[in-house]
């Protein structure tokens, strides 16, 4: 079984689908001769051809309108935007076209795009290289927003998206493209989209996170555990549209603290919506506040980036304070 890094996980995800279906098209700015910025589709126009792996213009807007088009007549395109920062020339279609199709038809067309998009902070990208924009999305009924933490989920999530029924939003946190190796089978599986996996068990405190921010969950999870004999569960959302309530329901039941962490700012964003959640449907098993680690409200800064996003001292100092109220 071949150890891969996420970006690994990807292209292997796409070269396995692609071989077996041939409705699935590649599409985006410098997918195929370059593989992309991080080249994730390297190698694929040389076995596919261009006629299924797309070289675009330099035109968000365009990439994800054909996306639709050819979803429409029955391909399974797979659109990549080389950042997630650059999506917004696209959010017209991805909201208005994109999302409603099957409302709009009455069920008589669907548009299963896929939409990869490597996102978020932690490589001096500086602003326009480094946003988080999921909540944007997760607001939008129609989409399926999913973010992996993991090579092994990678590509797992990654083939669901691309035989699912409606558009898949897949963000790629780029800050751990490379960070790590885990052990990840060829051939065929799938990780559903829709539900949440524990990465830590524990009785005190629920953290829950995604993306690249669920590692620094569970490296504050490691320093509670050490230090102060706090035991935190963690919970890696996976998918955060639609989330996993059930599992949500029975950690938070189970811990009555409860802890978001996410990198993008904080008002409005995801970490928002588990906290109301948790105070709409659990607010009597609650032993202490509902708190939010989160990026801050600024625009992402360049030379500020380490102090910006949430850090396994931020998580440690809100487990502190939830468990000590």
């Known amino acids: ?105 009455g069920g008589q067309f669907k548009a299963p795009v896929v939409v990869r998009a490597p996102y978020g902070g932690g490589v001096r990208g500086a602003h326009y290289h480094s946003q988080s924009p999921e909540a944007y999305f997760a607001h939008t009924p129609g989409l399926k927003i999913v973010i992996p933490s993991n090579p ?75 230090k102060h004999n706090i035991s935190c569960e963690v919970i890696d959302l996976r998918t955060i549209y639609p989330y996993d309530l059930e599992t949500i329901e029975k950690s938070v039941k189970k811990t009555g603290r409860v802890i978001s962490v996410t990198e993008a700012p904080k008002t409005v964003g995801f970490g928002a919506e588990l906290s109301a959640l948790a105070a709409e449907r659990w607010i009597e098993y609650m032993e202490g506040p509902i708190i939010r680690v989160a990026g801050y409200d600024v625009p992402f800064p360049f030379v500020l980036e380490k102090y910006y996003m949430p850090t396994e001292e931020r998580v440690l100092d809100a487990i502190l304070q939830v468990y000590n109220f």
């Open 152 to 226: 092994y989920d990678t590509k797992g999530l990654l083939t669901a998206a691309m035989r699912h029924p409606d558009p898949v939003l897949f963000f790629e946190p780029k800050r751990i493209y490379r960070a790590f190796r885990e052990e990840v089978p060829t051939g065929d599986y799938t990780v559903p989209i829709g539900k949440a996996a524990i990465s830590r068990n524990g009785n005190d405190v629920t953290l829950i996170s995604y993306g690249a921010m669920l590692h620094i969950a569970l490296a504050a999870a490691e320093l509670a555990e050490e």
């Open 1 to 105: 079984m071949p150890e891969l890094t996420i970006v690994e996980a990807v292209r292997m995800a796409l070269d396995e689908e692609m071989e077996r279906n041939d409705r699935v098209i590649i599409l985006g700015e410098d997918v195929g001769k370059d593989g992309g910025v991080f080249r994730a589709t390297l190698g694929l126009i040389d076995k596919y051809g261009p006629e299924r792996v797309l070289d675009t213009p330099l035109n968000e807007s365009g990439i994800i309108g054909f996306a639709i088009g050819l979803a429409l007549y029955g391909l399974r395109p797979v659109a990549e935007i080389q950042f997630a920062d650059f999506i917004w020339p696209a959010m017209d279609q991805i909201v208005s076209e994109l999302a409603k199709y099957r409302y709009r038809s």
